[in-house]
């Protein structure tokens, strides 16, 4: 299947939204504006999301305690409880809510919702690096997410999945959504975070990374900041498993979508084959 499969809408495009860019509503409501208009315009649109912040904020006044290795939560069963809670429930509703207010026939559903991802528990050589209940995709059905498209709606997707037994998992939102992104073949998987793109030498903000191709993606991994790191690698699977290309923009600047996607204006990081 590619991006192509739905008579009337020349493109598809997979947005990831997440990081501190969904901690304001201003950006909320700037990003279901953007997706609207990409709608109007013919663009098959599919919003994948994670929540970072919140489930942070959660876990704090639980005071349950989290870390990250490798810019991946370590998620203890305890853990995961909030996390599921915090994705699907508070921000996947609030995102189709914020969808629905514009117009836009929004859909929640989450990642184990008709099996559409399937995920194996994330495995370390090392028993130190050890992550918990956190898993990977090792499977993307693309039926139920085709079906929403062919019917004009915008599928909003959770990262919460489940492995072939049925053990719920917590899988980077990142990484569901370059896998989706690829299963689809689009033509664009946009990364919306809190920075302007790769850069190569962070913090120097001169070393901003406008262009890359898949060699420099692997050469940079081992370089860049533990939460770019996600990214990049989703970015990597996303484009060697049929995406096009990814783009990395700053989503908590209003209007980002548009901006950069919708339009000729050059902006964030490009990644191609």
């Avoid at 013919?42 to 489930?55: A, F, K, S």
């Avoid at 699907?88 to 207010?101: D, H, I, P, Q, T």
């Avoid at 896998?179 to 190569?200: C, P």
């Amino acid at each position: 299947m590619t991006g192509r499969a739905w008579p009337g809408r020349s493109r598809t495009i997979v947005v990831k939204f997440g990081g501190n860019a969904m901690t304001s509503p201003e950006l909320f409501e700037s990003l279901a504006g953007d997706i609207s208009y990409a709608h109007d315009v013919g663009y098959n649109v599919v919003l994948c999301h994670g929540g970072g912040p919140q489930i942070s904020r959660m876990l704090k006044s639980l005071d349950i305690q989290s870390e990250f290795k490798g810019g991946l939560r370590v998620t203890s069963p305890e853990v995961l409880e909030v996390v599921a809670g915090v994705l699907n429930g508070e921000v996947n509703r609030k995102l189709v809510s914020a969808l629905n207010s514009y117009g836009v026939r929004a859909v929640g559903i989450f990642g184990d919702d008709n099996r559409t991802y399937i995920a194996r528990r994330k495995e370390f050589l090392d028993p130190s690096q050890d992550l918990g209940l956190v898993g990977e995709i090792a499977h993307v059905n693309v039926d139920l997410v085709k079906i929403l498209l062919e019917s004009e709606l915008v599928p909003v997707v959770s990262p919460i999945s489940s492995d072939s037994f049925g053990q719920t998992l917590n899988v980077n939102a990142d990484s569901a959504a370059g896998a989706l992104a690829a299963a689809l073949d689009a033509d664009e998987l946009v990364l919306m975070t809190d920075v302007s793109g790769v850069y190569s030498n962070w913090p120097d903000k001169t070393s901003l990374v406008n262009f890359m191709n898949l060699t420099e993606v692997e050469e940079l991994i081992p370089q860049v900041s533990e939460g770019m790191i996600p990214k990049l690698i989703a970015s990597r699977d996303a484009v060697a498993g049929g995406a096009r290309k990814v783009r990395i923009i700053n989503g908590s600047k209003a209007n980002a979508l548009r901006d950069h996607v919708l339009s000729d204006v050059q902006g964030g990081t490009v990644i191609t084959p």
